[in-house]
Antibody, heavy 121, light 106 residues
Framework: DVQLLESGGGLVQPGGSLRLSCAAS????????MTWVRQAPGQGLQWVSA????????YYADFVKGRFTISRDNSMNTLYLEMSSLRAEDTAVYFC??????????????WGPGTLVTVSS | DIRMTQSPSSLSASVGDRVTITCRAS??????LNWYQQKPGKAPKLLIY???TLQSGVPSRFSGSGSGTDFTLTITSLQPEDFATYYC????????FGQGTNLEIK
């Protein structure tokens, strides 16, 4: 069975940094694109960032470009999201999601339970 | 960026009803349209991908149709477990979501 488990969320001050991780198991991690999707409290889903199975060609939503960095370690079956210059509006549950193909424009057939990031002083 | 617009934003229905949710893309996405169901406090679940293909294990009362810019999700004979929020998502170019449709019990 595919399993995804995010970690690293927590309370951080505005302007601070945080690194999220997503541990994957149950599939050949390097064969699939991975994506971060977030959901602010009481709001809808928002695509944040994605990376190909190879780890090349990261993609970002405009609202995080230059502040967030996505990466993956295929030897550790782990996806990362390095977040800096955090703002109150980045407060959300962050989900990692598995694509169905190698490329980043893909449906998401498995999701982790999410990790909550709260940006507040 | 491709914008996705869902309607209605909320919907009240009864067990046994047939409901339809629509999703419109700001440009053609061919058939790269997916639907997810999300229940409170849980991760979304993929229901339908590429407009009309049911994800494994999804009941046949769920169906999808459309092409280009206009798409629909139909649920026939609503069951109690179907009351949730539904999101469309385009995978033609990266992946924006619609704003969601909250399906409530009447």
């Amino acid at each position: 069975d595919v399993q995804l488990l995010e970690s690293g969320g927590g309370l951080v001050q505005p302007g601070g940094s945080l690194r999220l991780s997503c541990a994957a198991s149950g599939f050949t991690f390097s064969n699939y694109a991975m994506t971060w999707v977030r959901q602010a409290p009481g709001q809808g889903l928002q695509w944040v960032s994605a990376i190909r199975g190879s780890g090349n060609d990261p993609y970002y939503a405009d609202f995080v470009k230059g502040r967030f960095t996505i990466s993956r370690d295929n030897s550790m079956n782990t996806l990362y999201l390095e977040m800096s210059s955090l703002r109150a509006e980045d407060t959300a549950v962050y989900f990692c999601a598995k694509g169905t193909i190698f490329g980043v424009a893909t449906p998401f057939d498995s999701w982790g339970p999410g990790t909550l990031v709260t940006v507040s002083s | 960026d491709i914008r996705m617009t869902q309607s209605p934003s909320s919907l009240s229905a009864s067990v046994g009803d047939r409901v339809t949710i629509t999703c419109r893309a700001s440009q053609s996405i061919v058939r790269y349209l997916n639907w997810y169901q999300q229940k409170p406090g849980k991760a979304p679940k993929l229901l339908i991908y590429e407009t009309s293909t049911l994800q494994s294990g999804v009941p046949s009362r769920f169906s999808g149709s459309g092409s280009g810019t206009d798409f629909t999700l139909t649920i026939t004979s609503l069951q109690p477990e179907d009351f949730a929020t539904y999101y469309c998502h385009q995978s033609y170019s990266l992946g924006n979501f619609g704003q969601g449709t909250n399906l409530e019990i009447k």
